[in-house]
């Protein structure tokens, strides 16, 4: 079935450097590919998405790429803060489809 | 406030006593979907709705039930529950059944099957 991977599972940076998480999908009818961002003991919420119509997109200090052909797909965080720290998920849904796929998370670390 | 609100948000109980979980949106979205989070595991659909009287499967649906009698509501049964059903869950909505707009989710519920 369809499946995606998320890597690293566990990232830790200093606050300021830039921290990339990585995923890889294997259906390649996917289309919509959005991260979300979890606080500890909340709800994920989206931070950016992006279409397959597009290469990259960029929103402040975030940003996401995507290489369709290498059914890869990355988040981009740079001067990176605390209030970074969460866990991350990436997922991958396709058009006209109802699953969406999330990636196991990775789990950012940003020391002050 | 645009919102999924989930009842409860903890819950312990004891193997094989049913259990609902009720999820409500007030964004009058067509797709409704639960999920469970697991350590390592990410969040993995369980059951989806497209709409009104319409529901599938996800990728983890044994051991559950869902109903979608009205556009708000999409509650989570689990029928007799076992301890491998203990997790975090989620329901989310989003605005139409096509794939490509973001997924708002509620609070969680943590279940303890004991």
């Known amino acids: 079935g369809e499946n995606v991977e998320q890597h690293p599972s566990t990232l830790s940076v200093q606050e300021g450097d830039s921290a990339v998480i990585k995923c890889t999908y294997s259906d390649s009818a996917s289309n919509y590919f959005p991260w979300y961002k979890q606080e500890l003991g909340k709800r994920p919420q989206l931070i950016i998405d992006i279409r397959s119509n597009v290469g990259e997109k960029k929103d402040q200090r975030i940003a996401v790429t995507l290489n369709k052909t290498a059914k890869h797909f990355s988040l981009h965080i740079t001067e990176t803060q605390p209030e970074d720290s969460a866990v991350y998920f990436c997922a991958a849904s396709r058009a006209g489809g109802f699953k969406t796929i999330f990636g196991a998370g990775t789990r950012l670390f940003v020391k002050a | 406030e645009a919102q999924v609100t989930q009842n409860p948000r903890y819950l312990i109980t004891v193997t094989g006593k049913k259990l609902t979980v009720t999820c409500s949106q007030n964004?009058?979205?067509?797709?409704m979907s639960w999920y469970r989070q697991d350590p390592g595991l990410g969040l993995r659909q369980i059951y989806y709705?497209?709409?009104?009287?319409?529901?599938d499967k996800g990728d983890v649906p044994e051991g559950y039930k869902v109903s979608r009698k009205e556009k708000r509501n999409f509650p989570l049964i689990l029928e007799s529950p076992s301890p491998n059903q203990t997790s975090l869950y989620f329901c989310?909505?989003?605005?139409?059944?096509?794939?490509?707009?973001?997924?708002?989710f509620g609070d969680g519920t943590r279940l303890s099957i004991l």
């Open positions: 989310a909505s989003r605005p139409g059944t096509g794939s490509n707009q973001p997924q708002h």
């Open positions: 964004m009058n979205h067509e797709y």
């Open positions: 709705s497209m709409n009104v009287e319409v529901t």
